[in-house]
C-alpha cells in the first residue's frame, strides 16, 4: 500500500493516476498499434496498476491486456452475434437478385422502376452514417444496436405481407439504415481487437454465407410457391428478431468492460472539447483523405458487388437464355465465391501485404468480368462469376483493416460510418443506373459498368497513403 505524508507526495501521485489513465486508453488500441503485455492467467482488464514499493519513484508504466476475441471472455458471443448480424446483412443483400424477375412480373414494373429499391436502400444507409455515433453515445452500444434490428424487423414484416410497390420502396429506408448502424459498430468492434484480421475475415465471412444461402432461398420459395416472393422476408424476420436479443445480451455493459466512453485517442492529439464534440468529429472525418478514398473505393466496390448480385440472373436469362428457376443459383455461385474467398485467402492477403493482394484480386476480378461478357456459355459463364465472387471476398476486409489502421481514433467511427454509407450508396446508384441502361440497351451493360468500378478501385487503392505503425 502506498501511503502520502506530504502535499509533494499527493501531487506525485495524481500524476502517477493521470500517467496510468492515458496508458489505459492506449490499452486498447489493435496490437499493431501498442506493446502489449499479456497475462495468460487472466482474461479480465486489468484496473489497477502494480503497488509501488514505498520508496519507490513514480513511474507511469502499466501492465494491461488489449481486448481479444477471447478477453474478456463475452467477446466470443459479441463475435458470434456481430457474425449473425452480417450473416443477415448477406441473406438480405443478396436476396433481390433472383426475386427482381418474380417482383417484376407481380407488379408488372420495368426494370428502371423495380431499381428504387436499391436507391432506397442506400437513403436509409446514408441516413445513417452521421447518427452511428450519435446515438451510441446516447444509447450505448447495445441499445443502438437493438435499434438497428427492430427497424430491421420492423421492414420485413411489411416485405413479408406484399405490399402495393410503393411501401416495398419504403420498407428498404429503414432496411438501409438497420444495415449501416450495425456494420459500422461492427467493423468498428472487430478491427480494434488485438486480433482484429482474423475478427474482420469471421465477420465478412459470415456476411459471404448469408450472401450464398439467400438466392437459394428466394429461389426456391419462388419457384416452389408460385411466385410468392414476399414469403421469403419471414426469414429475415426471424433472424432480426433473435439478433436484437442477442445483441442486447452480449453487448450489455459494453462501456464498462472498455473501461471508457468511445475511443478518443489518435495518432494526433485532441483537445477534451473537440475528442467529444459530434460535430467536430464529423468535420475532421469528412476532410480527411482515407476517408475519403475508403468512401470512394467502397462505393465502387460495393457497387460492382450488387450490381452483379443483382443482374446476373437477368442478364443470364435476357442474353443467355436461361430458365428463371434455375439460373437464379448462379447469384448463389457468387456469394459462395464470397464466402470462400473471405475465409481461405484473407490470411493469405495479410501474409502478402493487403495494398498488394487488393490490387492483384482486382486485376483478377477484371479478366473474369470479361470471360463473364464474352464467352456465351452458360456452364463457363458461372464458374467465372464464382470466381470473380472468390476475388472479390477478400477484398472488403483487406480494406476495412488497412483504413482503421491509418484513420485517427478519434474519428474512426464516424470516419467508418461514412465509407460504409457510401458503399450502400454504390450498391444503389450502380444497380440503379445498370437497370435504367438495361432497359434502353440490354442486360449486358452491366459488365461494362462493373469493370469501370473495378478500375475506379484500382485508383483510389493505388492513392491511399503507406501504412505506418502507430507509436505511443
Known amino acids: 500500500m502506498v501511503t502520502t505524508t506530504s502535499s509533494r507526495d499527493q501531487e506525485a501521485h495524481i500524476a502517477t493516476r ?4 492515458h496508458d489505459l486508453e492506449l490499452s486498447i488500441l489493435p496490437i499493431q498499434e501498442a506493446h502489449v503485455h499479456e497475462d495468460p492467467s487472466s482474461c479480465q482488464i486489468p484496473t489497477t496498476i502494480a503497488a509501488e514499493e514505498p520508496d519507490a519513484e513514480p513511474t507511469n508504466e502499466a501492465i494491461v491486456v488489449a481486448q ?43 426494370y428502371a422502376t423495380v431499381s428504387t429499391i436499391f436507391v432506397a436502400n442506400a437513403i436509409g444507409f446514408l441516413a445513417a452514417a452521421p447518427c452511428t455515433n450519435l446515438l451510441e453515445r446516447r444509447l450505448g452500444r447495445a441499445w443502438t444496436y437493438v435499434l438497428a434490428e427492430l427497424s430491421l424487423a420492423a421492414a420485413y414484416i411489411a416485405l413479408a405481407c406484399s405490399p402495393p410497390f410503393p411501401v416495398i420502396v419504403i420498407a428498404f429506408l429503414p432496411i438501409g439504415f438497420g444495415l449501416a448502424t450495425a456494420l459500422s459498430l461492427s467493423n468498428v468492434f472487430c478491427a480494434n481487437l488485438s486480433n482484429g484480421t482474423a475478427a474482420l475475415g469471421i465477420l465478412h465471412g459470415s456476411y459471404g454465407i448469408g450472401g450464398t444461402l439467400g438466392p437459394l432461398m428466394a429461389t426456391g420459395i419462388a419457384s416452389r410457391t408460385g411466385g410468392r416472393w414476399s414469403l421469403f422476408y419471414f426469414l429475415p424476420l426471424g433472424m432480426a428478431l433473435l439478433n436484437t436479443v442477442l445483441a442486447g445480451w452480449t453487448f450489455r455493459g459494453f462501456e464498462n468492460d472498455i473501461e471508457m466512453s468511445p475511443p478518443v485517442a489518435s495518432r494526433s492529439s485532441s483537445s477534451p472539447e473537440e475528442s467529444f464534440s459530434h460535430a467536430k468529429l464529423l468535420r475532421g472525418a469528412f476532410k480527411n483523405r482515407v476517408t475519403l478514398l475508403g468512401a470512394l473505393f467502397i462505393f465502387a466496390y ?41 475465409f481461405l485467402l484473407s490470411h493469405p492477403a495479410h501474409t502478402i501485404g493487403e495494398k498488394v493482394f487488393v490490387i492483384i484480386a482486382i486485376a483478377g476480378a477484371v479478366g473474369f468480368q470479361l470471360i463473364v461478357w464474352l464467352v456465351p456459355n452458360m456452364v463457363g459463364e458461372a464458374v467465372a462469376v464464382a470466381i470473380v465472387g472468390l476475388l472479390l471476398g477478400p477484398i472488403f476486409p483487406c480494406a476495412a483493416a488497412v483504413f482503421s489502421k491509418l484513420l485517427p481514433r478519434n474519428i474512426q467511427m464516424s470516419s467508418l460510418g461514412f465509407i460504409t454509407a457510401s458503399g450502400s450508396s454504390g450498391g444503389a446508384v450502380a444497380p440503379f443506373v445498370t437497370g435504367l441502361l438495361a432497359q434502353k440497351a440490354g442486360t449486358f451493360v452491366l459488365h461494362p459498368i462493373c469493370i469501370g468500378l473495378f478500375v475506379a478501385m484500382e485508383g483510389c487503392w493505388g492513392i491511399l497513403p503507406r501504412l505506418k505503425k502507430r507509436t505511443i
Open 18 to 21: 493521470h500517467d496510468y489513465d
Open 68 to 110: 481479444s476475441i477471447t478477453n474478456p471472455p463475452i467477446n466470443k458471443y459479441r463475435l458470434l452475434t456481430v457474425s449473425l448480424l452480417n450473416f443477415l446483412g448477406g441473406l438480405n443483400d443478396s436476396a433481390p437478385g433472383p426475386l427482381i424477375p418474380y417482383i417484376e412480373r407481380h407488379y408488372s414494373v420495368n
Open 302 to 342: 460495393q457497387g460492382a458487388e450488387v450490381s452483379i448480385s443483382g443482374w446476373i440472373v437477368s442478364f443470364l436469362i435476357t442474353s443467355r437464355h436461361g430458365d428463371v428457376s434455375s439460373v437464379g443459383y448462379v447469384s448463389a455461385g457468387f456469394w459462395a465465391g464470397i464466402t470462400v474467398g473471405r
